[in-house]
């Protein structure tokens, strides 16, 4: 059973600091990772992916991932209220058929 | 982001009765993904489809369920014998031209 695990949170970061979002699986097979955004009533909307250990940054937005323990996290900068949103982890084994194995998200909130 | 459309936005059906939810993927691209979302809960991979085919299904993907390509464009998912716990936000998703996924606004399902 593939199992992504992050905790639910609600995270509450203030403005203009850095918010940290964790998350591991269980599936070592797991070749790809990603990092949704999903404001409250809407669909998924992708931010970051990664497929390499190390890190991957994008704008205000860096990716960090560490096959070995298992674990991927997101980092975002700046924070703003606007990113106020639950963030979801997902991992799949890559290649076109696998469906993302996502975790339940975790809820940040940014004080203004 | 490449767009993914989802009809309806929300159906309200009676258990018992069949419901299907259309989507139109990103053009060219021969995979197709459907997710579903229960209130509260995570996103859950239902189904990939590649070159009318089933690729892969998971648990939740039972004889209730099936997917179909009625014409170049669409893709349909059919839900049988609507049951009340079958409730929830429909997502349908497209890949780019790398590993990602790329998900549609989503079709609220509420049985009765």
């Known amino acids: 059973q593939k199992e992504v695990e992050q905790n639910s949170g609600p995270l509450s970061v203030p403005e203009g600091a850095i918010a940290s979002l964790n998350c591991t699986y269980s599936?070592?097979?797991?070749?790809?990772f990603f990092w949704y955004r999903q404001y409250s009533g809407k669909s998924p909307e992708l931010i970051m992916f990664?497929?390499?250990?190390g890190d991957k940054e994008d704008g205000r937005f860096t990716a960090q991932l560490n096959k070995a323990s298992q674990y991927v996290s997101l980092l975002i900068r700046d924070s703003q209220p606007s990113d106020s949103a639950t963030y979801l982890c997902?991992?799949?084994?890559?290649?076109?058929?696998?469906?993302?194995?996502f975790g339940k998200g975790t809820h940040l909130i940014i004080q203004p | 982001e490449p767009e993914v459309t989802q009809t309806p936005s929300h159906q309200v059906t009676q258990m018992g009765q069949e419901v299907i939810l259309r989507c139109v993927p990103i053009?060219?691209?021969?995979?197709f993904y459907w997710y579903r979302q229960i209130l509260g809960q995570k996103v859950e991979f239902l189904v990939s489809?590649?070159?009318?085919?089933?690729?892969?299904k998971s648990e939740i993907f039972d004889d209730q369920f099936s997917v179909e390509r009625p014409d170049g464009s669409n893709f349909t998912l059919k839900i049988r014998s609507t049951k009340l716990e079958d409730s929830a936000m429909y997502f349908c998703?497209?890949?780019?031209?790398?590993?990602?996924?790329?998900f549609g606004p989503g079709t609220r399902l509420t049985v009765l």
């Open positions: 599936d070592r097979g797991s070749q790809s």
């Open positions: 998703a497209s890949p780019s031209s790398t590993d990602t996924q790329y």
């Open positions: 997902a991992v799949s084994a890559g290649g076109g058929a696998d469906g993302l194995t």
């Open positions: 053009s060219n691209h021969l995979y």
């Open positions: 489809f590649y070159n009318n085919e089933i690729s892969e």
């Open positions: 990664i497929y390499s250990n």
